[in-house]
């Protein structure tokens, strides 16, 4: 028989072994972080999904890309040939933060089991409140305002279609605006969250197919007999660089992907396979597009290619609108789903007055953005060099050199992330300028009016 003070003895023992095996499966096991608990730990293993790497990489495409295709030939126009090596070099830094906030959420996620916003959670861990704050802040906008650019290319996709094939001019563009805008409340309703594929496979597929007719009818229009290349200013290529930070943009989004991985540590091979489809659609279209056109590439590539081609012209704009109300619908719905989730609407019931209420909001809202800015390529600017930017660029680095843990490549690691984040923080600031000032200038031409 042991005594009650031996038995109280081992007891402890076995706490503060506990403790030391609950805690040390927290660290990392490359020595890449130090974490230090912030909640009490319950005994439960971190939320893993189903999903595999390629899926994953397809939700990344289908996030961004589109907008990017239609954007991306006037952006390398603006820049000049020296676009291609700035594309290059958002593509790398873009990479690196993306991996370092894979890594970042591998490690906090211990802490977070159950979290519903992880991005939130890693900004929470490094900087507390105002780390969640700013993450919030970003996403939201970023993701309000990706979802304003899609509907947008809808619109324009519509207007186009009806007067290249029917010749009907009756139909504004800006009620284009309210009847996509309808069709995206009715998919945000039905067709939103659930763990299909569905979704961001035909958005990537959509986007593939897409590309090849554009440049098909790119050359079929060939070049104007007026042709000239853009003469690029400080500021066409800062506009230029504000559009590829959208391009590669999507970020906010990433540990949330990761967290619906069956194996989340395979996330960085997401990464990478998804910037590489990017890539591959951006390049061929952007320098067939400056090549063709020059100063005269308009903000949307589907303006340029001549409206005698009915049957090609009706093929892209239809595939076009539909692949950006399924991107819009990727976008809102998080944005949605945090909203109904802070009024207490129920998940699972779809007609439930809240979630109708929100949503309906919400497309409210984007319809007012849409009519106040109504071309794409100035949202893509002004986000991309704004809260895209920081969340792509400055966020991921911070985070990181708060939470790295101090070892033989700290010197090194704080050097990547000073560099990225400096490059963010001075990027953004010019982008900013040059995407304010652009936007300024076109609403105040006649063409263009703010509401009307």
Known sequence: ????????IMLKKQHVQLNDSSESEMEDTDGFFQIVPLLPGKGSSPDTGKAGMFVIALYIVGEM??????????????????GIALMLLCVAVASYTGLTLSRNWMHVRDQYPRCAKPYQCIGYSAFGKPGEISVQVCATVTLVGGCCAYVLIAAQSLSR???VEFEVESVGYRSCVVIMALVFLIVLIFGAGGDSMLVPVMATLLSIVFTVLIIWGIVQTGKPKNYSPYKVSAKSWFLSFGKFLFAFGGHSAFPNFQKEMKKPRNFPGSILMAFTIKLSLYIPVGVMGMLFFGELVKPNILNNIDPQFRVLNACILLLVAVQAIMSATILGNPVAEMVEDAVGAPLKKLFNWKRLTVRM??????VVIC???P???????????TTINTAVFILPSLFHIKLAKKDAWIYFKYTLDGLSATFGVVAG????FASISHIVEELSKSSLPAFS
Do not use: H, W
């Not at 028989?1 to 109280?8: A, F, L, N, Q, R």
């Open 429 to 432: 600031c010019v982008c900013t």
């Open 371 to 373: 009519e106040a800015i």
């Open 375 to 385: 071309r794409f390529d100035l949202i893509m600017a002004l986000i991309g060099g």
């Open 361 to 366: 909001g919400f497309v409210a809202l984007t």
């Open 1 to 8: 028989m042991t005594s009650p003070k031996s038995e109280t």
């Open 161 to 163: 279609f009806l007067f």
């Open 65 to 82: 890309t589109g907008s990017g295709i239609l954007g991306v030939p006037q952006a390398l126009a603006y820049a000049g040939y020296s």
